[in-house]
C-alpha cells in the first residue's frame, strides 16, 4: 500500500518539524470515520502514560519489553514509537538473573542510555538485582561490548569521578564484569531517578566500593546544596535494599549511606539484623549517631534488638509512617519483647501518622511476647494502628513483669486522632476479653475516637463463581455468628466501616497411600479439587478417605 500523503504541503525544515509533533490526517483518503490517529500528540500520550501501568523489563538488545499494551503501540509506527519510547523507559527493571549471558542485560540497557542520554533523563524507577554476595560469582561475560560502547563507556566514567585514579579503577573493574561497577556508572547517568530497589544485597557493604563511593559523594553534594550537579541523585526519594539469602541479614550500618541523602525520604530494608548485645564497644554510627531525614521506614524481616532498637528508631526524628516487622529465629537472634518497643517510639509522639508493628515468626517465646506494647493515646497525629492484637490488649496477664503491664484497655490505648484500626491474629486473645474490647471502642467512638472510620478484625467473606456474593464474613474469628452480627451493627451505627475480606472457597486435597503392583514400594497418592469439588467424594468414597479431611482415618500425613 502507498504511503499515505500528508495533509500538509509545506517545505523544509518547518515542515519536517510539524510532521514530526502532529499526527493529524495520517491515514489513507478516503478512509472515514474517527481514528486513534486524530488525537493530539499530549492527549495520546496521556492515554500511553494511563495505560502503562506494568513494571518493564528491557530485553537482550537493550530494548523496553514493558506493558505489552503500550509497546505494541509503539511498534504499530515509526510515530506512535516516538511517543510512546519515553514512556516505556520510566520504569526499567533489570532484576534478571544475567550472569551467564553473553552479554548482560545490565550491560545493554547501559549501552543504550549512554547512547540516548533523552532517555536516561526518563528514567524514574529502576530495579536491580546485585551480585557479589559471598557465594557468589559477580563476574560478567563482557567480549560483547563493541569498541563504540567502550568509548561512551569510558567518557561516562571520567564524567563520574572525581579523580584520574578513580576513573582508571572503575573502567578496569567494567572491565571484568564488577556489577558493583556497573550499576554505579548506570546510576551516576539517570539524574531523575526517583526510586531505587536493589535485591539480594549483601551482608556487608565491602563488595560494592563504586556504588558506596558514589552514594557518599551523592550525599556530600545534597549537603552542599550543589543539587544542580547530575551526580546528586537530587530527585531519589525512596530506597529498598533487600539482603540476598534466606537466612540471617544484613547490619543497619550497610544502610547508612543510602539514608544520609536528604532526598530520600522513604526507606524500605528487608531482612535488616542488629544485636548490640556483648559488643565490647557500640559501633560508630551508635557512638555518633545521624540524623535521617526519611519520613517512611519499613523493616520486614527484621530482627533488632530493642537495645539496637532506641538508637536506630531515634535516628528519624520525623517519621511519619513506620513498619516493622520481627522476622524470627531465620534472621537474627534477639526476641521480640512489644513493650520494651515503646521506648524507641517516644520521640515520635509529634509526628508518627501511621504505624504497623508485626511478626512473621510464630516461634517466638519470651516472658513479654504477649504482653501489650503500650498506649499510643498521647501520639498527636497518628490515625492507623496495624498490630497483632496481642501487641494493643495483652493476653490478660495478671501483674506486671519488668514494670510492664500484661494488659491494657483498648479504649485507652489509642489516640482520639485514630481513623483505622487493624488487629491481627485475633484468635491469639482470649474471645471474651477480644469481643468486650472492641465492642467498647465501637460504642465509645464519639467521646473517645471521633475520627475512627475503618476496622480491620481479619473477617474473611467467601465468593462463590456461580452464587451471589453473601453480605457479612463467614470465618471471623474469635467471635461467634451472634456476636459478629452484633458488631456490625455496633459499627453501622457509629459509621465505622467493618473490613471484610473476600476470598475464593477452600480448595480440598486428598492424599493416601496406594498399594503397589507385586514387588514394588507403595507410595502417596495427592490430588487437589476446587470449587465445586467435582470428583471429590467419590474419590473419598473409593479409597476409604474421610470427607472431612481428606485422609484415611489414623492415618499420618
Known sequence: MARPRLANPWKGKKAAKDQATTIHHHRPRGDAGPHLEDLANEILIQIIQFI????????????????AAVLNLALCSSHFHRLAEPVLYTHVDIRDDALYNTL?????????????????????????????????????DMSGLRETDRTLIRTAVRAASDSERTAQQWMEAIEWGTWDAIMALLLSVVPNIEELQLERWSNTNEVYPFIIRFFERAANLQETALLASPFSLRSLRRISLSYWDTEGGFSFENTLRFLRLKSVT???????SEDLRGASTPPPYIAHPSTFTARELKLTSSVLHHE?????????????RLHYEFGGACVGYADFEPPRMMAALEHLK?????????????????????????????????TSIDILATGMLGDEHEGTCDGFPGSQELVDAVPPSLESLSLRDCNGVSAPCLVSQVSQLVLQKATRTPALKFLNLGWEGIVY????????????PPFTREEAEQLMVECEKAEIELKVKYVPPELKWVSYTKEPEKGKMPYRVTHTYYYPYE???KCCEENGLDPETGRRPREWV
Open 52 to 67: 502503562d501501568t506494568e513494571v518493564h523489563h528491557h530485553d537482550s538488545l537493550g530494548h523496553a519489553r514493558g506493558s
Open 104 to 140: 548482560p542485560d545490565l550491560v545493554f540497557f547501559l549501552c543504550r542510555i549512554l547512547d540516548r542520554p533523552d532517555l536516561a533523563r526518563r528514567v524514574r524507577f529502576l530495579y536491580g538485582a546485585a551480585s557479589g554476595s559471598p557465594v557468589a560469582d559477580e563476574s560478567m
Open 266 to 272: 522513604a526507606f524500605h530494608g528487608n531482612m535488616v
Open 308 to 320: 539496637s532498637m532506641i538508637p536506630i528508631f531515634r535516628s528519624f526524628p520525623a517519621l511519619e
Open 350 to 382: 509529634h509526628c508518627l501518622k501511621e504505624i504497623t508493628i508485626l511478626c512473621s515468626d510464630g516461634c517466638v517465646s519470651t516472658e513479654l511476647d504477649a504482653y501489650p506494647i503500650g498506649s499510643f493515646a498521647s501520639f498527636e497525629k497518628l
Open 465 to 476: 463463581p456461580d452464587k451471589p456474593r453473601t453480605p457479612g464474613p463467614v470465618i471471623h
Open 535 to 537: 470428583g471429590y467424594e
